[in-house]
């Protein structure tokens, strides 16, 4: 798979306040993303997905963006709690039920 | 036992070692993976098994062995490591052909090489 980037390695946020995680990809063909979230001592989480014939998709306190112009993906936390403090990934699918994996941006949640 | 399992959690092993990491998918999925996370790289995919055979090997050194029983369990069998081979091994398993590209993933071998 093409490369798949995460723009800031550590965002600190205020317990409370609203996250933003930025993800960049480069494969134009590429029709499905994952957000992943890895806590530390497990395994990465799955947390929301969507498909490119999507713009935006809602789950619980989260929201993920797709702008397929400038091939960028994003996360939105609301609300962000303690237990949201993890690395998060981007993933790109490609081929055969293949992922392509960002870096990973720590989030730490501040009390 | 729910999910994706992996036994051990954590290993220590010298050079000359012979070891296994063990897998154990409880989701009913065709497909497991290993990957191999090291700090700060991305995921790196080693072998994708569908239907226990072996799909894709991305060029990965034969020190370490894929072995798929049955749809349910992949081991890594590992010998002669080096030490930049230190790193958090992860298990995936996925439905293929159901439309989704999720993997579920479980918690990894956190494997360190002397």
């Known amino acids: 798979g093409e490369s798949v980037g995460l723009h800031l390695p550590t965002l600190s946020v205020q317990e409370g306040d609203n996250s933003i995680i930025n993800c960049a990809y480069s494969?134009?063909?590429?029709?499905?993303f994952i957000w992943y979230k890895q806590e530390s001592g497990k395994g990465p989480q799955f947390i929301i997905d969507?498909?490119?014939?999507?713009d935006k998709r809602q789950g619980q306190r989260v929201t993920v963006l797709l702008n397929k112009t400038v091939k960028h993906l994003s996360l939105q936390i609301a609300a962000t709690q303690p237990g949201d403090s993890a690395v998060y990934f981007c993933a790109e699918a490609y081929g055969n039920n293949r992922l392509a994996f960002g870096k990973g941006n720590q989030v730490v949640v501040i009390p | 036992e729910t999910g994706v399992t992996q036994t051990p959690r954590h290993l220590v092993m010298g050079m000359t070692n012979k070891k296994s990491l063990k897998c154990e998918q409880h989701l009913g999925h065709n497909a497991m993976y290993w990957y191999k996370q090291s700090a700060k790289k991305p995921l790196e995919l080693m072998f994708v098994y569908n239907f226990k055979e072996q799909t894709e090997n991305n060029s990965v050194p034969s020190r370490f062995s894929p072995e798929c029983p049955n749809s349910s369990h992949l081991f890594l069998h590992l010998h002669t490591l080096q030490p930049e081979d230190s790193a958090l091994y992860l298990c995936?398993?996925?439905?293929?052909?159901?439309?989704?590209?999720?993997?579920?993933f479980g918690p990894g071998t956190r494997l360190t090489v002397l």
């Open positions: 995936a398993s996925s439905q293929e052909g159901s439309g989704s590209n999720e993997q579920f």
């Open positions: 969507i498909r490119s014939n999507m």
């Open positions: 494969n134009s063909a590429s029709d499905y």
